[in-house]
């Protein structure tokens, strides 16, 4: 079985959806040939990509991954017209929603060719700030959601998170086509230390977007509350990049939190991997439904860190109360007192390490996953 996969963004470029069809086309090799067809990189991408990881290298491991010259690219939406012409050669087309732009392109192809089976592996919704990135965004959900009601499945990570989504009705008139599953990590991955190794100096971590697209995920609120807590037995490590990185930076500076706050960029795969065995808590603060599970909890679950998230649709589902603490999204207060309450209990925050590391080998094993996604391609495919 052949697949194309349409992606809005793709690693090195650190982004939930993009490290999902990678981890995707990883998942289902060999049984599944996957070819992924996204926008040409970006500009922090291709420096990115210069400065952390070999050309060649890079080229090797993504033989299978097609970057497509834009029409026109605004932030994370972009017109592929080139797609139109190279899909017919597929048994079945797997779009990861959103991809304003190109929903449309993918509309028009289907007006010509509804043979091919089509799953919408539907990531998030949308709620743009700016007016002008709603008034250009109209055409894309009108297509998306003419996509989905054509779709053969679509795909969540959660169904809690569709109860009180911009798809709703679509959901409740075909139940029986959503499916839920979830992200995955590989049994590699796994990381089993439930130590502290300084309960005087508490290890915080946050991994996400610093650019405009993730503007959701609350790291300024984040940098708030820190300033909030008396106590100074901890350390935030702020792992990501994007073009809000010199304004949080700024905060810090402006808040006099230097000493106890970590920008770190340009972070490759295996740097990540062991700032997560370090860290002692996750924090996701997101704030609005643009946040939908959390890639980087279950990353970091993995390796055996408690979790501190906001209490969303979606992402209240990637973990329970004895993982960690769940906090009112976009609260500067409720996300200060969960923080102070939790780094001076050394033995709360092990048994929250060691009950997340269980909760992500028993729900988000590749193996698990793998399973899933097979029974639904395969099953389709007779």
Known sequence: MKIAQIVCSFPPYKGGIGNSAKGLAKLLSPEIDIHTFTTEKLKDDKKHNKNNLHKDKFKAENTNVFYLKPLLKLGQAAILPSLFFKLKKYD?????????????????YRLFNKKQKLYIYYHMDVQALNPLYKILSLPGHICGKALIKQADKVIVSSLDYLQNSQIKKLYQKEVQKYKAISFHINE?????????????????LFVGGLDKAHYFKGVENLIKATAKIKQKNWTLNIVGNGELLNKYKKLVFKLNLNKNINFLNNVDDKELKKIYEKADIIILPSFNKNEAFGLVLIEAMANSTAVIASNLKGVSQVFNDDCGLKVIPGSIIDLKNKIESIINKPTLIQNFKKEAFYLAQEKYLDKHIKEKWLNILKTDDK
């Open 188 to 204: 590699d991955y796994y990381h089993k230390d439930f130590t502290i190794k300084d309960k005087n100096n508490i290890q915080l």
């Open 92 to 108: 079945a087309i797997i779009l990861h929603y959103p991809f304003f732009g190109t929903n449309e392109i993918l509309y028009l």
